[in-house]
């Protein structure tokens, strides 16, 4: 289970995170800051990735396009990493029954 962390999420969450999610990448890992969303999809669509994002535009690309890619879609208004963090650990088990089914495309934490 590799993550793309968006934009709009701290380029340290996937070092943080790396014993959970190992490979995963942020948008800046790839050269790919202020890139237009459905440039981000393709790119992690191509590289077996699921988006993470706070962005509703995420939301929409996964209910109108569907999967692949999965969208972890965060609801967490403004906060730290340290609860973006927090919520993936917490929800891991959620993420990975998420991630095996084939028929989901969007999960809203």
């Not at 209910?63 to 208004?77: A, E, M």
Request: aromatic share 10%.
């Amino acid at each position: 289970m590799k993550l793309l962390f968006d934009e709009n999420l701290s380029p340290k969450l996937p070092n943080r995170l790396s014993d959970l999610f190992p490979n995963s990448l942020h948008v800046r890992d790839v050269g790919m800051e202020a890139t237009p969303d459905p440039i981000v999809w393709d790119y992690a669509k191509d590289n077996d990735l699921m988006i993470v994002s706070k962005d509703a535009d995420m939301h929409d690309l996964s209910l109108v396009w569907g999967n692949p890619p999965k969208v972890i879609w965060l609801r967490l208004g403004n906060c730290s990493t340290l609860q973006v963090e927090n919520l993936l650990r917490q929800e891991f088990f959620i993420i990975k029954l998420f991630y095996a089914d084939k028929n989901l495309s969007l999960l809203a934490l």
